[in-house]
């Protein structure tokens, strides 16, 4: 069965200091993982998506993702943290079961990313 | 750009009231779904469709159900709502060719139940 585990409820950082946020996956299949982020009141955005291609995903606002199968882990990263990176992040695996081939995604808990001026 | 609109951003009930919550996406997509978010819990999957008319349970299906009679418009019912079904609602769509395409979510609707 495939999981997904993001290793901070809660993470803060300063204004214009790096950002890791971490999350580690199970799979038995070879797997799809993205990146979303939820600002207050909103619906979830794409960041980023790791389709195969090529193992580091640049995506949205200046986030990336690094894809280590040996580690099972699929990190996300910023080199300067912005007041508005403040939200919640949630880090995502897809499950190939399910009619009709939906692409069903089983979630992480996420985790609430602080900036701090 | 994909649009997914739900009806309302909030919406309060009472215990027992049949509740209608509505999802719209403008982008011709096949595949639509339906979560709840709670706190610590992230988002769990309650039903999605593929088709018109057609439906499949997800991860906590007990105490509501779906329609899909137009392929633009995904509806989920509360037939009997509970005070354990107050939370965020989040609406999804997808294009169905395979597991690579990520799905496009609405604003949710945070539902209270009195």
């Known amino acids: 069965a495939q999981s997904v585990t993001q290793l901070d409820s809660h993470v803060s950082v300063s204004e214009g200091t790096p950002v890791l946020l971490r999350c580690n996956y199970s799979?038995?299949?070879?797997?799809?993982l993205f990146w979303y982020v939820q600002h207050p009141n909103k619906g979830l955005q794409l960041l980023l998506k790791?389709?195969?291609?090529?193992?580091l995903v640049k995506g949205i606002n200046g986030f990336e993702a690094e894809f280590k199968k040996s580690e099972t882990s699929f990190h996300l990263t910023k080199p300067s943290a912005h007041m508005s990176d403040a939200a919640e992040y949630f880090c995502?695996?897809?499950?190939?079961?399910?009619?009709?081939?939906?692409?069903?995604?089983?979630f992480g808990q996420g985790t609430t990313l602080q900036v701090k001026p | 750009d994909v649009k997914v609109t739900q009806s309302s951003r909030y919406l309060v009930k009472r215990t027992g009231e049949k509740v209608f919550l509505e999802c719209v996406q403008d982008?011709?997509?096949?595949?639509m779904f339906w979560y709840r978010q709670d706190p610590g819990l992230g988002l769990r999957l309650i039903y999605f469709?593929?088709?018109?008319?057609?439906?499949e349970k997800g991860d906590i299906p007990e105490g509501y159900s779906v329609s899909r009679e137009k392929k633009e418009r995904f509806s989920l019912i509360l037939e009997s709502a509970s005070t354990n079904q107050t939370s965020m609602y989040l609406c999804?769509?997808?294009?169905?060719?395979?597991?690579?395409?990520?799905?496009?979510f609405g604003d949710g609707t945070r539902l209270s139940i009195l």
């Open positions: 999804a769509s997808s294009v169905p060719t395979g597991i690579n395409q990520p799905q496009h």
């Open positions: 799979s038995s299949y070879s797997p799809s």
């Open positions: 790791y389709t195969s291609a090529a193992t």
């Open positions: 995502v695996v897809s499950d190939p079961r399910g009619s009709g081939n939906t692409g069903k995604l089983i």
């Open positions: 982008m011709d997509h096949e595949n």
């Open positions: 469709s593929y088709d018109v008319k057609m439906k």
